[in-house]
């Protein structure tokens, strides 16, 4: 089999970037697990906020508010962050770059009622943070791509990767395909990939965060309270369906593998959440764990490799990848198709920053 460009990676980078290309050029995706988004894109918190994130992320994420609205994926949420009284600095950085407003610990208790306002010592509160339909919107993307020729594999390992003057051969367990473009969007494989392909590794790293979904606290209805932080991210908690998703928010390296929750990572992180809250933790309804993988200075990795322009990294998404998914598979696209992206903007994220 032939193909103009092939993509490894089945998350939502590798399934954007294949709707964005297929009108334009014939693409195959491959996925090791039975189904897409297995990995990192079913974990998500599912949060639209577009200030979250270092300035790269945040002009991507802004510039994909349109594209989110447009595809009907994004329902109000709002944000809320709240401190205890010896963290005051930290909450008034991180209030200024999430451009909140102040409230009083009481209006704080009014937008998310578990809150006990004692306990509360400053607050501040936004409307323009929103829930993502991550699902609808990975599937609409695979609707776009297939609709336009696109070739989406499953249960497609790739284990090996060889390059000549012709391009790239790409081994699977069934088959080998040939491709002029290859597109490295593995998630917290992408080293790994790159390392099969004899490119270098960027120093990648994949960072665990755990889940707990409780039932909502004091049997109230949660569906309209906003996504509330505990200041420095040492927590966070969203309404879920009917229930409260509750995070530890940890960054924990660890190597690439299929991620499962921590007990006491979590148990120490729903005590900090119980911290500020009037009902206690009684139960869980389940838990998992997701990996966040970033680069080494926190800016996502997008962009032809240097020395070899035919491999495209689409890599190193950290806690970002939804928000920032239409602008980010467009800007793949612009790289990949020899268009013009916005320059500044594509230094930010070129791999050539990251080589000596
Ligand atoms: C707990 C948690 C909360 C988050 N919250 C948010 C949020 O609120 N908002 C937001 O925007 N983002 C959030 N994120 C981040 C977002 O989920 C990720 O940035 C995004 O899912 C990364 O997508 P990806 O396609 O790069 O990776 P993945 O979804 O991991 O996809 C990579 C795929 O590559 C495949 N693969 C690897 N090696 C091979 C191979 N050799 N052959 C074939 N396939 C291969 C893997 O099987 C995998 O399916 C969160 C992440 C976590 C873990």
């Known amino acids: 089999m032939n193909t103009d ?3 490894i990676g089945g998350g939502i980078a590798g399934v954007s970037a294949a709707a964005e290309l297929a009108p334009h050029a014939s693409v195959v995706l491959l996925e090791s697990e039975d189904n897409l988004a297995h990995h990192a894109s079913s974990r998500s918190a599912a949060l639209y906020e577009p200030h979250y994130g270092p300035p790269p992320v945040v002009a991507l994420s802004l ?7 447009a595809a009907g994926v994004l329902t109000p949420r709002g944000v809320l962050l709240v401190a205890s009284a010896d963290q005051a600095a930290s909450f008034a950085a991180e209030a200024e770059a999430m451009q909140l407003t102040s409230v009083s610990p009481e209006e704080a208790a009014a937008l998310f009622p578990p809150l006990d306002p004692a306990r509360v010592a400053h607050a501040a509160r936004a ?54 473009i290859l597109v490295n969007a593995a998630g917290a494989w ?23 979904r409780i039932p ?3 049997g109230l209805d949660p569906a ?14 969203k309404p879920d369906a009917g229930a409260l998703i509750v995070s530890p928010a940890e960054a924990d390296p660890v190597d690439a593998h299929d991620a499962w929750a921590d007990d006491m990572v979590l148990a120490e992180g729903l005590a ?47 806690g970002y990848g939804f928000q920032s998914a239409p602008a980010a598979a467009r800007l793949i696209a612009d790289v990949t198709l020899g268009r013009r992206p916005d320059a500044a903007l594509s230094a930010l994220l070129s791999p050539a920053r990251l080589r000596g």
């Open 127 to 180: 409307d323009h943070a929103s829930d993502i339909d991550t699902d609808a919107l990975i599937q609409s993307y695979a609707r776009a791509a297939r609709h336009h020729g696109a070739t989406l594999r499953t249960r497609a390992p790739v284990t090996a990767i060889a390059h000549d003057a012709a391009g790239w051969t790409v081994t699977t367990a069934t088959d080998q395909i040939r491709a002029t």
């Open 224 to 237: 309209r309270w906003p996504m509330v932080f505990g200041v420095a991210e040492t927590w966070y908690a």
């Open 63 to 69: 510039a994909s508010g349109e594209a989110l609205r």
């Open 5 to 7: 460009i092939l993509i």
């Open 216 to 218: 909502a606290p004091g």
């Open 190 to 212: 992408a080293d790994r990939v790159a390392s099969m392909a004899g490119v270098a590794p960027l120093g990648l790293q994949p960072h665990r965060r755990s889940m707990a």
């Open 272 to 318: 900090r959440y119980e911290a500020m809250m009037r009902f206690p933790v009684d139960r869980l309804l389940s838990s998992w764990a997701g990996l966040r993988t970033f680069a080494p200075d926190g800016n996502p990795v997008y962009g032809p490799e240097p020395d070899r322009p035919d491999f495209i990294w689409f890599a190193g998404q950290g």
